[in-house]
């Protein structure tokens, strides 16, 4: 199965926001993000975004997604949409245990992982016969997915940057994954 993971086009907000689940406008079209990227995806595939408009609005240039919550970006509780810096020296709680902090109010990395994986596992366990499965996220969970499938220790998985508006192939074979391409 070819996997094509694709993270939301660039999103309205300032730099140095923490955004997680806010659900933000976008700075680039997602129509023209999709034409972009179209000819990178496989001839048939299976949709599935985050509900989250700068996923879904690409989702649905892209074709008709299959919208779940556990494909949404970390929920950052009481942090989303304050700046960085006015949430100060709080960053280094979340910076001592990166997988284990949680945001007050909100979910931990773990917590976040779980849920996608768990998605990712009923997705991919219940076959989609189509040539391919595209899945229309965030940093967060696509971060996760891959991570997973490339056998990588979830400390590292912070590691893989996802680019806004680019799509990654990662080819997942009964006998093992190969990561084609990332960030095109």
Known sequence: MQLHLIRHPR?????????GQTDLGLAECPATVAERLRPLLPETFALHT?????????????????????????????WEGRSFADIGSAIDDWAADPLGFRAPGGESPREMAARVLTWLEEVTGAGNGEDGLVVVAHGGPLRAIAGHLLGMPPERW??????????????????GV??????R
């Open 158 to 175: 912070i590691g893989l940057d996802f680019g806004c508006g680019q799509v990654t192939r990662i080819d997942v074979e009964r006998w």
């Open 178 to 183: 190969v990561l084609k391409w990332f960030n």
């Open 11 to 19: 999103p309205a907000v300032a730099p140095g926001i923490c955004y």
């Open 50 to 78: 985050s509900p989250l408009a700068r996923a879904r609005l690409l989702a649905e240039a892209l074709g008709t997604p299959r919208e779940d919550d556990r494909l949404k970006e970390i929920h950052f509780g009481d």
